[in-house]
């Protein structure tokens, strides 16, 4: 399809991959849309993650946003805006592209969101989110599947996709990451938490200066490089695996089913799978409330 060759050659540097000794660092690099994460960009991503797992010289994973923010979510208006597009899939969903009513949506979700993510969360080397700025709905996702966040004094999250009717991002860790209360809170009123708060709760593991964030990141991942490979593979597995056991994955099996009874709701009652909503209405109604 044309936009997907237009996107690839006008961002063919939409994820950018660079190490320091055993550190692997993966920078979202579409600033100029606050790294708004569309398909392009999902490939770019899971490529990274797959040569970093696969280089034997890296042993942990740092992720982050080029810019001013770490990501204002999914790509839902940017020129390079790539819904349609078929990608090279990673799981084996079928082809969305040429489906339509909430086929299409659901099955493009299946892969580019919950499966990427579910996919990304189990690479079994350490990984660490670094945030600063806005980390927004679909950003939420990207820090979320990594084992640490260590997030700059400026950073804050929300999720206030529940505006467009929806019930929170398709990888629905919200109970997992936050005290069940406080995520009902965080999606009900989807007003930003800063890093402070995420820290005091849990989120985040630990808080720095802006100024500091890269080298303190840094400083954390070299040292939890130190340990063994094998060992720092296992110890997530089994945590991962512990989560999954108080029912993460299934719990994200029905809140996907709901997501996407919502996508459909708007569609049958507005036309429009976001309930009307645009990048323009969201960026603005966030800052109101900022
Ligand atoms: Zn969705």
């Known amino acids: 399809m044309n936009k997907t060759t237009k996107a690839s050659t006008k961002e063919k540097d939409s994820v950018l991959y660079q190490t320091s000794g055993q550190i692997a660092i993966i920078t979202m690099n579409r600033p100029r849309y606050h790294n708004a994460q569309n398909g392009h960009m999902t490939y770019q991503l899971d490529a990274a993650f797959k040569r970093s797992a696969d280089d034997d010289a890296i042993k942990v994973i740092i992720l982050k946003g080029a810019g ?3 990501s204002a979510g999914h790509d839902i208006g940017t ?3 790539d819904i349609n597009d078929s990608q090279e899939r990673k799981t084996l969903w079928y082809d969305h592209a040429n489906k339509s009513g909430g086929e299409f949506l659901y099955v493009r979700e299946a892969e580019a969101y919950l499966g990427m993510c579910r996919r990304w969360r189990d690479l079994p080397k350490p990984t660490i989110a670094m945030v600063h700025g ?3 709905a679909g950003g939420l996702m990207l820090a979320w599947i990594c084992d640490l966040i260590i997030a700059a004094n400026d950073a804050f999250f ?5 505006r467009m009717g ?9 109970p997992f990451e936050l005290p069940p209360r406080i995520a009902k809170e965080f999606l009900f009123t989807g007003e930003r938490m800063n890093a402070e708060r995420a820290y005091q709760l849990g989120m985040v593991n ?3 200066t802006r100024d500091n964030l890269n080298a303190e990141t840094l400083k954390l991942a070299n040292k939890i490089a130190e340990m063994p490979r094998l060992g720092l593979a296992l110890t997530k597995q089994a945590i991962n695996n512990v989560e999954d056991l108080q029912g993460k994955r299934s719990g994200m099996e029905a809140a996907y089913a709901w997501h996407h009874f919502a996508h459909s709701h708007n569609e049958l009652e507005s036309g429009n799978k976001l309930g009307g909503e645009t990048i323009k209405s969201m960026a603005q109604k966030n800052k109101e409330e900022a």
């Open 206 to 208: 630990r808080v720095f």
């Open 68 to 70: 001013k923010h770490f």
């Open 158 to 162: 929300s999720d206030p996709v529940v």
């Open 79 to 81: 020129p390079d805006r």
């Open 134 to 136: 806005a980390c927004i």
């Open 166 to 174: 929806i019930p929170g991002v398709e990888y629905f860790a919200h």
